[in-house]
Nanobody, 124 residues
Framework: QVQLQESGPGLVKPSQTLSLTCTVS??????????WTWTRQPPGKGLEWIAY???????YYNPSLMSRSSISRDTSKNQFTLQLTSVTPDDTAVYYC????????????????WGQGTQVFVSS
């Protein structure tokens, strides 16, 4: 059974770059037909997808965050990473990584396999 674990700093200062890593076990990130995603949930708000990378390495971004986000992967470590630049307090959220199939609703935590999430605060 695939398991995902997010890691990264719990606190980031405004204007800095947030870097998060998702370590995957029990399944390869190059396995056919799966998409590896980053999603977040700000306090009191719903889930918002940020970006995802396909099994073949193709990347997709939420247009609202595309200018500040970058998703990449390290197949040798079976990890994928999110970078979010120029963060503001509005980027404070719980960040999740997940594995979903094609056509899956990216903001439905009942679908696919999800990490437990990591809380990130943006504050000076």
């Amino acid at each position: 059974q695939v398991q995902l674990q997010e890691s990264g700093p719990g606190l980031v200062k405004p204007s800095q770059t947030l870097s998060l890593t998702c370590t995957v076990s029990g399944g390869s990130i190059t396995a056919n037909s799966y998409y590896w995603t980053w999603t977040r949930q700000p306090p009191g708000k719903g889930l918002e997808w940020i970006a995802y990378i396909s099994y073949s390495g193709k990347t997709y971004y939420n247009p609202s965050l595309m200018s500040r986000s970058s998703i990449s992967r390290d197949t040798s470590k079976n990890q994928f990473t999110l970078q979010l630049t120029s963060v503001t307090p509005d980027d404070t959220a719980v960040y999740y990584c997940s594995r979903v199939g094609p056509g899956t609703n990216l903001t439905d935590r009942t679908l696919g396999s999800w990490g437990q999430g990591t809380q990130v605060f943006v504050s000076s």
